[in-house]
Each structure stands twice: as C-alpha cells, then as structure tokens.
C-alpha cells in the first residue's frame, strides 16, 4: 500500500528554527509538495521537490531524498503566523497525488 | 489570473437530506478538478476527480456523487445525507497532476 507519515504534532518556540520530516513508501514517484493549512482554512501551496536536494524560499526550505523516500521542511526565524498544519503530498506512478495526514505546528512566544 | 470559487461557505443539514455543492474555477480552461473531505484534525481524504468534462473518478464508495456539467464546474452532490458526512469539503484545482493544487475556501458541513 502507500504511505506517507508525518509527526502529528510539534511545538517550537517564535524565533527559531524547526524541522518537519515527512517519509513515504509510494508506487513510483513524481514529485512531492508541501502544503501549508491554518486552522479552519483551505491549504496553500509552499514548496514542490522532484529532484534530490534543498529548494530554498525565503525562511522556508525543502529537501528531498529519493533514495531514501524522505523529505523534510524547515522553517527558520519562526512567527507567530507560522503556527499551522503542514501537509506532505506525493505524486505517485499514476499521477496521482498522495496525502499525509499532517504536521499540526505549535509556536510558543 | 485564475479563481476557486466555492459555495456555500458554511451549511447544516438534517440527516437524510440531499446536498449540493457547487465549485466553479475562472481564468484557465481544461483543468483537473478535485473534491476533498477533511475530517476535524485530519488529513484530506480524496473523493473524486475529473479530468474532463463528464469524466468522474470515484475514489471513495459512499453516498456522495460528483458531476461537472461543464469545464469549469464541478458538483458534489448526495441524495441523503448520513451524519458521518459531516466534515470540511474542499475543491481544488491543477493544470496538470505534476502541479501545484489550488484550492477553493471550503464548506463547513455539519449533519445534525
């Protein structure tokens, strides 16, 4: 079957700096998205990885590691605002797309 | 640039009765369609998908049914509503299955 596992929950402190590991056992692979959701609200597209590596955007990174079915994203210089779900998606062999259950993030002042 | 409507917003209804959700997208043609429920604290579970109009992929068996009359709309649809239904109901949007999804704003359904 296919999986993808997320920690449910995380706390971190504004300021800082924290990792959100995302690991998925799929029928093929095609890409992976990180998708951002407050509480009540539609999820935002953050970041897309195909190949191996780090793509940077702004405080926020994303790595994959094909090889071993793992990515993660990292937040750096925490807000307030940050505080929300995170969402792991994978394009699997059919192009279909593949959700974990979400990483709910904590940000304590 | 291209819009996700969705409506309405939020919606109660009794068990039993039927249910209609409309989702219409401007500003781009052709696009795969998607139907989404989420459970309070969970993750999005996929309900259908259209990649064209008329073309409607099941992903869940249940008592809910998807259309899209036209390219750029697509209805979820039940004709008696059951109090597991309750849930957020997201649409959402793609170019393509290698792009990002845009989503609408959602419905809050709650089944009494």
């Known amino acids: 079957g296919q999986n993808i596992d997320q920690p449910t929950e995380m706390t971190a402190t504004e300021g800082a700096i924290v990792q959100i590991n995302c690991t998925y056992q799929?029928?093929?692979?095609?890409?992976l998205f990180w998708y951002q959701q407050h509480a009540g609200e539609a999820p935002t597209f953050l970041s897309y990885?195909?190949l191996d590596g780090l793509e940077e955007k702004g405080r926020f990174s994303s790595f994959l590691s094909r090889s071993k079915g793992y990515s993660y994203l990292l937040l750096k210089e925490l807000q307030m605002k940050d505080s929300a779900s995170y969402l792991c998606?994978?394009?699997?062999?059919?192009?279909?797309?593949?959700w974990g259950a979400g990483t709910k993030l904590i940000i304590k002042p | 640039s291209q819009t996700i409507h969705q409506w309405p917003a939020t919606l109660v209804q009794p068990v039993g009765s039927p249910l209609s959700l409309e989702c219409t997208v401007e500003g781009t043609s052709n696009p795969n369609l998607y139907w989404y429920r989420q459970a309070a604290g969970r993750g999005l579970q996929l309900l259908f998908y259209s990649v064209g109009i008329g073309q409607i992929s099941s992903e869940v068996p249940q008592n809910l049914s998807a259309s899209r009359p036209q390219d750029r709309q697509f209805i979820l649809s039940s004709k008696k509503l059951l109090l597991s239904d309750s849930g957020f109901y997201l649409c959402?949007?793609?170019?393509?299955?290698?792009?990002?999804?845009?989503f609408g704003p959602g419905t809050r359904l709650t089944v009494t």
């Open positions: 959402a949007w793609t170019r393509d299955a290698w792009h990002e999804q845009y």
């Open positions: 799929t029928s093929g692979f095609n890409g």
């Open positions: 998606a994978v394009v699997d062999s059919n192009y279909q797309l593949i």
């Open positions: 990885n195909v």
